[in-house]
């Protein structure tokens, strides 16, 4: 899938699952997430058709260090 498509629909789940995730939602007012929350994340996501991982993200947004949560950040 190109990395714009597969960037639009990481959006597009985020922002759905942003609605009932604390985990997103301590990202989104720079709280430090457990390791909890980011298996938590990380399972949440991968179940998506699209199988959306780190390694696709950074790919994706062009951003080959970023962190999980900074992947977040700048989709949301």
Not at 10 to 27: D, P
Not at 51 to 69: C, D, M, Q, W, Y
């Amino acid at each position: 899938m190109e990395s714009d498509k597969y960037r639009e629909k990481f959006v597009q789940q985020l922002e759905e699952y942003a609605k009932s995730s604390t985990a997103i939602q301590k990202i989104l007012n720079d709280q430090e997430l457990s390791q909890n929350d980011i298996l938590e994340l990380e399972s949440m996501l991968n179940k998506t058709e699209y199988h959306i991982n780190v390694i696709n993200l950074r790919k994706a947004f062009g951003r080959p260090t970023a962190s999980f949560e900074q992947l977040i950040k700048v989709a949301l």
